[in-house]
């Protein structure tokens, strides 16, 4: 079983649209929960960052933790065609020095 | 947000030479810095996690000979693909750990073209 596990997609909406990605991992000793978004051709951008449970919100975005389940979540409101990009889940522990991804959700808004 | 800068963005070699790409921490300093592969629309692939003032570590089947990895100071780590090949082309990401936070900010990525 992966440390991380992300549907690829790819995942279409139309624009305007609330879009969903998910991320379930199976390491109980995550502390750290991050989403990144990439474009093509350029580095991951950190978009959120959790620490521990909770939900996290900043402009468009929301990101949520649930540590009993093993599930995070990153959630866009009212999409736009320039958050069309690749996705990226990421947590770490709080010993340790290992980041682990996920595979990334392709993501295309349609004007 | 913190500012990760990568150097080169673009580079084309010939086959045999060496390259080398720098990362930098400009606004933090990151006792550990990683270096990833990515292959198009594939995910990134762990290289090498390197320390500042030790060896790094290297991911299995990546070759250290191959793959130089300096983390000289507490900003800066270099990797160097030596003598380079076609099979070699790809890009490559680095990225830094802020170190009492536990966040983990990215470069902007270097392709590499080896003819």
């Known amino acids: 079983q992966k440390e991380v596990e992300q549907d690829p997609g790819p995942l279409s909406v139309p624009e305007g649209a609330i879009v969903s990605l998910n991320c379930t991992y199976s390491?109980?000793?995550?502390?750290?929960f991050m989403w990144y978004r990439q474009y093509s051709r350029k580095g991951p951008e950190l978009l959120m960052y959790?620490?521990?449970?909770g939900n996290k919100e900043d402009g468009r975005f929301t990101a949520q933790v649930d540590k009993s389940s093993k599930y995070i979540s990153l959630f866009i409101r009212d999409s736009q065609p320039s958050d069309s990009a690749t996705y990226l889940c990421?947590?770490?522990?709080?010993?340790?020095?290992?980041?682990?991804f996920g595979t990334g959700t392709s993501l295309t808004v349609i004007p | 947000g913190a500012v990760v800068s990568q150097h080169p963005s673009w580079v084309i070699c010939k086959s045999g030479t060496s390259v080398k790409i720098e990362c930098r921490s400009l606004?933090?300093?990151?006792?550990?810095m990683f270096w990833y592969r990515q292959f198009p629309k594939q995910s990134l692939m762990l290289m090498a996690t390197?320390?500042?003032?030790?060896?790094?570590?290297?991911e299995q089947g990546v070759e250290k000979d191959k793959f130089l990895i300096n983390h000289a100071s507490l900003t800066l780590s270099t990797l160097t693909v030596t003598s380079a090949h076609p099979e070699d082309s790809s890009f490559y990401i680095c990225?830094?750990?802020?170190?009492?936070?536990?966040?983990?900010?990215f470069g902007s990525g270097t392709q590499l073209s080896v003819l």
């Open positions: 390491n109980s000793a995550f502390q750290y």
């Open positions: 990225s830094a750990r802020q170190s009492f936070l536990g966040k983990l900010f």
């Open positions: 990421a947590m770490s522990s709080n010993t340790g020095n290992q980041f682990y």
């Open positions: 390197s320390n500042e003032g030790s060896k790094a570590t290297y």
């Open positions: 959790t620490y521990s449970s």
């Open positions: 606004d933090f300093q990151a006792t550990t």
